[in-house]
């Protein structure tokens, strides 16, 4: 377990940063502690700073997962953050989509979001900008892109893709045995 490089800093903030903008700070500097990022195994942790005190004793091999896993490095250097992170995210996001009760299945199946189950669109989302997906009843589902900014959105059909699909809350079901 190593603190990130400042190019993996920058490639890790740069994704947080599509979520939750500005708000990172707030991740980092919170009223119940100093919390920190660091890689294992090629995956980058959020953990405290108190905790990274105690996982510091561990053996490197005996050490599953020392915090919340954000996500992981590609082969090729890129940030893939993962669905593990949605709790930290959701708060924090700028930007937000409800999907209707009956498309809620088909995004926790891994699908994209059609207009038709477009519920509400946070006002001025621009088209490929981070959003946190959230159910009609205010629980957040999972995160993605926006195919459509929120003027574009009014004006296309039914079966338009409005939300490209990235991680979802049934992910914990269908890929348990590679979740850390």
């Given amino acids: ?29 919170r009223p119940d502690g100093t919390y920190c990022f660091r890689l294992h195994r090629d995956r980058v942790y959020y953990l405290s700073e108190k905790l990274l005190k105690l996982a510091a004793s561990v053996p490197r091999d005996s050490l599953v997962a020392p915090g919340t896993c954000f996500g992981k490095f590609t082969k090729s250097q890129k940030f893939r953050l993962s669905v593990t992170a949605l709790d930290f995210l959701a708060p924090y996001a700028k930007y937000k989509v409800w999907v209707k009760p009956g498309s809620e299945q088909s995004f926790l199946y891994g ?10 669109i ?33 004006k296309v059909d039914p079966l338009s893709i409005v939300v490209f699909h990235q991680a979802d809350v049934g992910e914990y ?5 590679t979740l850390t």
């Fill in 1 to 29: 377990m190593r603190p990130l490089t400042e190019a993996e800093t920058r490639a890790v903030f740069e994704k947080l940063g599509k979520y939750i903008g500005e708000n990172i700070q707030l991740l980092v500097d």
């Fill in 111 to 120: 699908n994209h979001v059609l207009k038709s189950g477009l519920g509400r």
């Fill in 122 to 154: 946070t006002e001025n989302t621009a088209q490929y900008q981070g959003v946190v997906v959230y159910s009609m009843a205010d629980v957040p589902l999972g995160f993605g892109v926006a195919a459509k900014s929120t003027q574009e959105c009014r």
């Fill in 173 to 177: 079901v269908r890929n348990e045995d």
